[in-house]
């Protein structure tokens, strides 16, 4: 072959592997078509909600391949279902192409719970959305801020910032009403206990406003009520008038103080 070659002229040799290099041209252009499957497409199926084996297994039977680029959480589809796919249903593509699929998480993800206490209602919502949480019940209870958070609630139970929760769980949300526009006798508090007068309060849908402690209190709870405001009847004997929403502050003593409810109510003495 090297004789051959070698006893023939520059210029056969030259001709000789420009027709050779046609004639590859010529064959890797007419296998092209075969190598990239051209014109063979086909029509990507739903997976969406079907769980990943039988979503991998339908994708490969029409021709494609399959992997998972993602995973989320979400609560109303099943364990290890298809939430996404990429291209979506109805795409026309290349057979032999990778359809790329998120699939639901088996445990819900834990994240810590924001303090939505104080917020406004869409201030709360929004916060709770970013956190991957949902907005449960909304109860109103009358309170002089208007639509805010009074309260954060799983499960029944006060859930305290910071704390670990799942995702997708449904938090319960204590709204403010504002105030009612009906004015009632403010109740008389004195002589009772601090948990009988916060039963009394929500009772009465009152709130307890600032509350000071004497330094004799050991157990606020069963600390007795010796002083309020506003009172229960003003200089003049009248009942003093209060809405729902509005606050009482309290005076605790560890000593249950002497009632006398025929006599005379006296002013009240503000503290230094």
């Known amino acids: ?125 929004m916060m709770l959305k970013s956190m991957r949480l949902n907005v449960g019940d909304t109860i109103y209870k009358p309170d002089f801020a208007t639509n805010t958070v009074l309260q954060q609630l799983l499960n029944g139970r006060k859930v305290k910032p910071g704390t670990e929760v799942a995702e997708g769980s449904n938090i319960t949300l204590i709204l403010s009403s504002g105030t009612g526009s009906v004015e009632n006798p403010v109740p008389n508090f004195v002589g009772l206990t601090y948990a009988e007068a916060r039963e009394m309060l929500s009772a009465s849908n009152l709130n307890s406003g600032t509350v000071i402690i004497d330094p004799s209190v050991s157990d606020t709870a069963n600390a007795y009520v010796i002083k309020q405001v506003p009172t229960r009847k003003n200089e003049i004997g009248d009942f003093n008038m209060v809405r729902a929403g509005e606050s009482v502050d309290f005076w605790l003593s560890a000593t249950k103080p002497v009632t006398d409810s025929t006599a005379a109510p006296k002013p009240v003495e503000e503290d230094n």
């Open 1 to 125: 072959m090297f004789d051959f070659i070698t006893k023939r002229s520059f210029l056969f040799n030259l001709l000789a592997v420009i027709v050779v290099f046609f004639a590859l041209a010529l064959l890797f252009f007419s296998m092209l078509g075969f190598i990239t499957k051209h014109g063979q497409q086909q029509t990507v199926p739903d997976v969406h909600g079907k769980n990943i084996k039988e979503a991998v297994a339908l994708l490969e039977k029409a021709g494609f391949e399959a992997d998972v680029r993602d995973s989320i959480y979400i609560d109303s589809i099943p364990p290890l279902a298809v939430y996404a796919q990429t291209p979506d249903k109805g795409a026309q593509v290349k057979v032999g192409r990778t359809i790329y699929l998120t699939v639901n998480k088996t445990v819900a993800p834990m994240v810590k719970m924001p303090d939505l206490e104080g917020l406004t209602f869409r201030s709360a919502e």
